[in-house]
């Protein structure tokens, strides 16, 4: 795997996140693409899925985002199949506190023994001893604390099954009270330069603040931000305008924009694009390279 490097090819530094005790690019992957549509099931081509996976690691690309719910467990032993023995380097993030049903709905899994479940589930389709970072995601719908839910990672933790924690789909009421009461070194949240739309309903807690507020939070308290569906599914060019504008002064996609917007708003914001197309792939690598000035950064901001 390439080293990262530090500040070469990023317009906007940093080029280095750290997570705790980790270090990663501050450019990642999303794999909630690779299994079948909807994220559900086999993709329609296995070969290609792994290609992508190995391509991202060969690029410099040391952070993976996934879940066992992706497939289910499609993605993780994708991940498995394509990159074990997993580089020295390479950071893997989970995420707990949701599951899917048989009609492909995404409902709440945020009681202790589902939270257990989870974990130990990415443990086994991962095959891995220790997870590096797992997230919990909050639902609205949940019905169960959010710290119930955060003292089962923390038991987990305290048993080296855990690396790190963080937060996903959370307000800043909710990343201070984790806060107070274990380490929180990341959180994940929707954003993106179209706006949530509505997928934050979708995916997310519906009762989730302006995401400028968390972002600020996590700005002033040195807590990497990934944003989910930083390209907004792919549709970031047909809800901002300013891109395609922005894009074509740059020779370079609205997608390519939307991301390097993302690495320009704050030096914590990690985003983690996922894609199933090895030429999107390097195309979003491609954009860390791209220089925005503040009056476009301003443009895509309105």
Known sequence: MKEPARGDGYAHPPAILRLGDLEVQRL???AMRLPGKDAWGEPDDLDRAREVLRRAVDLGINFIDTAWFYGPFVANRLIFEALHPYPRDLVIATKLGSKRLPDKRWAPAARP???RRGAEDDLRTLHVERLDLVHLRVMANSGVPLMESLDALVAMQAEGKIRHLALSSVDVQQVDAALARTPIVAVQNMFNAAGAGGMLAKFSNAEVEAPEAVLDLCSARGIAYLP?????AGKVGEHTP???AIAARHGASPS???LAWLLARSPVILPIPGT???AHLEENWEARRIAL???EMEAISK
């Open 276 to 278: 199933s197309s090895l």
């Open 113 to 115: 023994e589902e939270i």
């Open 228 to 232: 989910f569906f930083p390209l907004a």
């Open 242 to 244: 300013a891109l395609t």
């Open 293 to 295: 000035s503040p009056e």
């Open 256 to 258: 390519q924009i939307a």
């Open 28 to 30: 990642g992957y999303g």
